[in-house]
């Protein structure tokens, strides 16, 4: 039956789905697994990279971007889509800076992207953007602000969230942790806590994840590999000591 109303995206299934929507919702959830938190004074964003082949040139494919000085994104999903937004969502911050003479805010440019999402769920000869986007930055104020977009076009703030093949998990291990995420004080806290949701849902080395930080009024700045090495090192440790506990309590 589903032949019948996934033809076009403006055709209702009876029970009221959107097919293509929900076909664009599994891309997403079949691309890599992508990671926000908010803290007090920073966003830290950490995304899966599947292709860790040592031929392979980095700087060709990133999926943490700038959209603005104070607004990075991540993704998870279609690569060739994500770049039609952030192009898009890149001329628009600029165009809002010359008219207002001022830095786009945070949700002015997600709500931006997140109608564009919805105005291709609407027309004929067009499909629906095929990907979830984590956005986070700073406001004039200095208060950082993190938001997820869908493929529907729906848009929601967050303190941390996660996306992507691995996202339910990643997602169970951040509510479960949700007083230890939203008390990060401290950056390195903050990253180690990025680094261990990225492994809940997989195994993971440093080559095979990117973490970087944004602060008010700084460079977003990429997390290197020896220091994710030591987050990933450590996490390990703990894994295999949380795992002889539970262990040794089932025993008792």
Not at 202 to 214: G, K, P, S, Y
């Amino acid at each position: 039956m589903a032949d019948r109303y996934d033809r076009a995206v403006t055709i209702y299934s009876p029970d009221g789905h959107l097919l293509q929507v929900e076909y664009a919702q599994e891309a997403v959830r079949r691309g890599s697994t992508a990671v926000g938190l908010r803290t007090n004074d920073c966003i830290v964003v950490g995304v899966e990279k599947r292709c860790s082949n040592p031929l392979f040139e980095e700087r060709s494919m990133r999926k943490i971007c700038m959209l603005d000085e104070h607004v990075v994104m991540t993704f998870a999903g279609l690569t060739a889509d994500a770049r039609v937004l952030i192009s898009r969502a890149q001329a628009e911050a600029q165009s809002y800076r010359l008219n207002f003479e001022r830095p786009v805010t945070v949700e002015y440019i997600t709500r931006f992207m997140a109608q564009m999402k919805q105005n291709y769920t609407q027309s004929n000869g067009r499909r629906p953007f095929g990907l979830s986007c984590l956005m986070g930055g700073f406001d004039g104020d200095g208060k950082p602000r993190l938001f997820q977009t869908e493929p529907s076009g729906i848009y929601y703030e967050w303190s941390g969230n996660s996306t992507g093949r691995a996202g339910h998990t990643a997602r169970e291990y951040m509510e479960k942790h949700a007083g230890e995420l939203v008390d990060s004080m401290d950056e390195g806290t903050a990253v180690k806590h990025v680094v261990r949701t990225l492994m809940s849902g997989t195994t993971l080395n440093e080559h095979q994840l990117d973490v970087a930080v944004l602060r008010f009024n700084q460079p977003l700045r990429m997390i290197e590999r020896p220091v994710l090495a030591d987050h990933i090192e450590t996490i390990r440790r703990e894994i295999d000591a949380e795992l002889k506990a539970r262990q040794l309590a089932n025993k008792l």
